[in-house]
């Protein structure tokens, strides 16, 4: 079945940049979603990229897909404080009509 | 985007009595919805998905009689977990979709159920 992996933990200091990464192994996925989830609260929708993009830009945020490695990446520019939170990497396979798969979640930490 | 709720935000109950659920959309009609599970520090675990009007679709090892799941409307959802028991205890997450919306997915606040 469908598999997504993403590195545990990552800790920055406040104003850096971070990146989150994230590999997939299904080769028909369509979308790719990056999600935020803070203690206790449900999932937040940053941003999600439709599978012929190599890049979307939103703001602080910049995700990065390479198709061909099957690599989805995020990006924080100038962190902050409360970005603090646990990120999921999702990745569907049709145009919609199924459920996500998710990856662990990468544990972010920003020190001030 | 969407507009998500469930109600109650946390529920704590005795072993052996039924929760509700309930998850409203609130700006879309929801022709399907997925219901999630998460325990502490793990992702999210797909329980099972319905569509409206009809029966539900459970994944492996999540016992349908023991979570009830009702999708009686395209804005209402249900999650009874029936019997509960301690290790039932967790973290349960809607998710409404039409696929009418170009890839977007959103996902109610949760409602954590502790039972003792």
């Known amino acids: 079945g469908e598999d997504v992996e993403q590195s545990l933990f990552l800790s920055v200091r406040e104003g850096d940049s971070s990146v989150i990464n994230c590999t997939y192994t299904?080769?028909?996925?369509?979308?790719l979603y990056w999600y935020k989830q803070e203690p206790g609260a449900g999932l937040q929708l940053l941003t999600y990229i439709f599978s012929n993009m190599d890049m979307k830009q939103d703001q602080r945020l910049t995700v990065l897909l390479n198709k061909k490695d099957k690599h989805l990446s995020l990006r924080i520019a100038d962190t902050q404080t409360g970005d603090s939170a646990i990120y999921f990497c999702?990745?569907?396979?049709?145009?919609?009509?199924?459920?996500?798969?998710f990856g662990k979640g990468t544990m972010l930490l920003v020190s001030p | 985007g969407a507009v998500v709720s469930q109600h109650p935000s946390r529920v704590i109950c005795k072993s052996g009595t039924s929760v509700k659920i309930e998850c409203r959309s609130l700006?879309?009609?929801?022709?399907?919805m997925f219901w999630y599970r998460q325990f502490p520090k793990q992702s999210l675990m797909l329980m099972a998905t319905s569509n409206e009007g009809s029966k539900a679709t459970y994944e492996q090892g999540v016992e349908k009689d023991k979570f009830l799941i009702n999708h009686a409307s395209l804005t209402l959802s249900t999650l009874t977990v029936t019997s509960a028991h301690p290790e039932d205890s967790s973290f349960y997450i809607c998710s409404p979709n039409n696929a009418k919306g170009a890839g977007e997915q959103f996902f109610g606040p949760g409602t954590r159920l502790t039972v003792l």
């Open positions: 299904d080769s028909s996925s369509t979308y």
């Open positions: 700006d879309f009609q929801a022709t399907t």
């Open positions: 999702a990745e569907r396979s049709d145009s919609g009509y199924s459920t996500l798969t």
